[in-house]
C-alpha cells in the first residue's frame, strides 16, 4: 500500500488549499480514510475522515472550513481546505486502514496502518 500527498503550499490567510493523496495497492472497501496534521510542537491529531460511503468526521478545529472526498475507486482522497487561517500551518498526512481502538471512537481517532510522507502547508497572517 502506498499513499502518496500533493497539494501544499504557502498560502495567505483566508486563502484556500486543496490537497490531494493518491492511494495504491489499497483494496478495502469497509475501513477509513483519513487526513491527519501535525502542527508545530504538537502531536498528530486526526482533522477528516472518510468511509466507503462518503460518510465524513471533522476535527471541531476544521470543522465548516475542510472538505473531504474521495473518488468512486477510493484512488484518490482529496482534502479542500477553506479559509484558512495560521494555527492551520502544519505536515498534512493521508491515512488508509482505520480501525477502532475501542467503543465510541470517533473516525478520526481510529488507529490508521498506513500513512503517507506528508505534504507542507504554511499560512502566514
Known amino acids: 500500500v502506498q499513499l502518496m500527498e500533493s497539494g501544499g503550499a504557502s498560502v495567505q490567510s483566508g486563502g484556500s488549499l486543496r490537497l490531494s493523496c493518491a492511494v495504491t495497492g489499497y483494496t478495502s472497501t469497509s475501513r477509513f480514510l483519513a487526513w491527519f496534521r501535525q502542527t508545530p510542537g504538537k502531536e498528530p491529531e486526526g482533522i477528516a475522515s472518510i468511509d466507503s460511503d462518503d460518510t465524513t468526521t471533522y476535527a471541531d478545529s476544521v470543522k465548516g472550513r475542510f472538505t473531504s472526498s474521495q473518488d468512486t475507486a477510493r484512488r484518490t482522497l482529496s482534502l479542500q481546505m477553506n479559509s484558512l487561517k495560521s494555527d492551520d500551518t502544519g505536515m498534512y498526512y493521508c491515512?488508509?486502514?482505520?480501525?477502532?481502538?475501542?467503543?465510541?471512537?470517533?473516525?478520526?481517532?481510529?488507529?490508521?496502518?498506513?500513512y503517507g510522507q506528508g505534504t507542507q502547508v504554511s499560512v502566514s497572517s
Open positions: 491515512a488508509a486502514d482505520g480501525i477502532p481502538r475501542g467503543w465510541g471512537i470517533p473516525p478520526i481517532e481510529y488507529e490508521y496502518n498506513y
